[in-house]
T-cell receptor
């Protein structure tokens, strides 16, 4: 079946640093979604990407839909403590939505 | 406006028992999805409803799992003869449609523990 590989699995950064994480697949997707999940909560949608090559920003977050349609990345600029959490990429090609295993982000103040 | 709500937030049950998990989607959302999330994993698709009908139930692990959405809004996920391996967080999501607008919004989940 379709699988998404997220990297890194976890990262520790200093407050104020920029963060980059990515998601790759051997399959083509028509839509990429990035979610953040806090402990005890459901995933919250951060950014949705619908076209290959699309670059979309949401505040300090920027995500891109790879031109091969097999990858996507998420950047967070000037990280703050509330950025802590698990970030999931998800790809869609019809249904169902396929999720990666997540990148756990820790921010050191 | 209200988001997706799920009840109960936590459920502890004994092996072999029957459980029902409820999901209230965002008002006006026609598509509803159930996922299961195990520790350290991303959500795993179970079933998708478009309106009242199950459009895709390919993720249900076996026939002990069943879901309904009789009036096209609230949905119930039903698990018969629960097993310890069913322990996980069950997430519900809804979206405005099942077509091109695939932005799914998740509820907080129900944590199921089978003892």
């Amino acid at each position: 079946g379709q699988q998404l590989n997220q990297s890194p699995q976890s990262m520790f950064i200093q407050e104020g640093e920029d963060v980059s994480m990515n998601c790759t697949s051997s399959s083509i997707f028509n839509t990429w979604l990035w979610y953040k999940q806090d402990p005890g909560e459901g995933p919250v949608l951060l950014i949705a990407l619908y076209k290959a090559g699309e670059l979309t920003s949401n505040g300090r977050l920027t995500a891109q839909f790879g031109i091969t349609r097999k990858d996507s990345f998420l950047n967070i600029s000037a990280s703050i403590p509330s950025d802590v959490g698990i970030y999931f990429c998800a790809g869609l090609s019809g249904t169902p939505l396929v999720f990666g295993k997540g990148t756990r982000l820790s921010v050191i103040a | 406006g209200a988001g997706v709500s799920q009840t109960p937030s936590n459920k502890v049950t004994e092996k072999g028992k029957y459980v029902e998990l409820r999901c209230d989607p965002i008002s006006g959302h026609t598509a509803l999805y159930w996922y299961r999330q195990s520790l350290g994993q991303g959500p795993e698709f179970l079933i998708y409803f478009q309106g009242t009908g199950a459009a895709d139930d390919s993720g249900l692990p076996n026939d002990r799992f069943f879901a309904v959405r009789p009036e096209g809004s609230v949905s119930t996920l039903k698990i018969q003869r629960t097993e310890r391996g069913d322990s996980a967080v069950y997430l519900c999501a809804s979206s405005l449609s099942g077509g091109p607008s695939y932005e799914q919004y998740f509820g907080p989940g129900t944590r199921l523990t089978v003892t």
